[in-house]
């Protein structure tokens, strides 16, 4: 059984940086997409960010771009986001996910098949 374990989310004034880390067990399949969503009360769960194991692939929403990185370590299968800049529009709760069939763009949200529990970031302006 695939699970994901979040970690990082906390409080941060706007320009500052948090980082969260996503923990992946009970995958058997070397090529998958892992990455991070976040949603806000009212509001539809909004990818954020993905990379593909295989290529080190990436996708970024453009909302941010150039502010946030993803990055992983495929000997841990943990994923990690760097973000940087924040702003208090960034206020949501994060949620790890992953597509085990490998894809990570756009839409990508259509083809999650699993879901880590979320971890509260908080912006203050």
């Known amino acids: 059984e695939v699970q994901l374990q979040a970690f990082g989310g906390g409080l941060v004034q706007a320009g500052g940086s948090l980082r969260l880390s996503c923990a992946a067990s009970?995958?058997?399949?070397?090529?998958?997409?892992i990455g991070w969503f976040r949603q806000v009360p009212g509001k539809e769960r909004e990818e954020v960010s993905c990379?593909?194991?295989?290529?080190?692939?990436?996708y970024y929403a453009d909302s941010v771009k150039g502010r946030f990185t993803i990055s992983s370590d495929i000997a841990k299968n943990t994923v990690y986001l760097q973000m940087s800049s924040l702003k208090p529009e960034d206020t949501a709760v994060y949620y790890c996910?992953?597509?085990?069939?490998?894809?990570?763009?756009?839409?990508?949200?259509?083809?999650?098949?699993?879901w880590g529990q979320g971890t509260q970031v908080t912006v203050s302006s």
């Open positions: 990379v593909t194991y295989s290529d080190g692939s990436t």
């Open positions: 996910a992953t597509d085990l069939w490998g894809y990570c763009g756009r839409g990508w949200k259509r083809t999650v098949d699993h």
């Open positions: 009970g995958v058997t399949v070397d090529d998958y997409a």
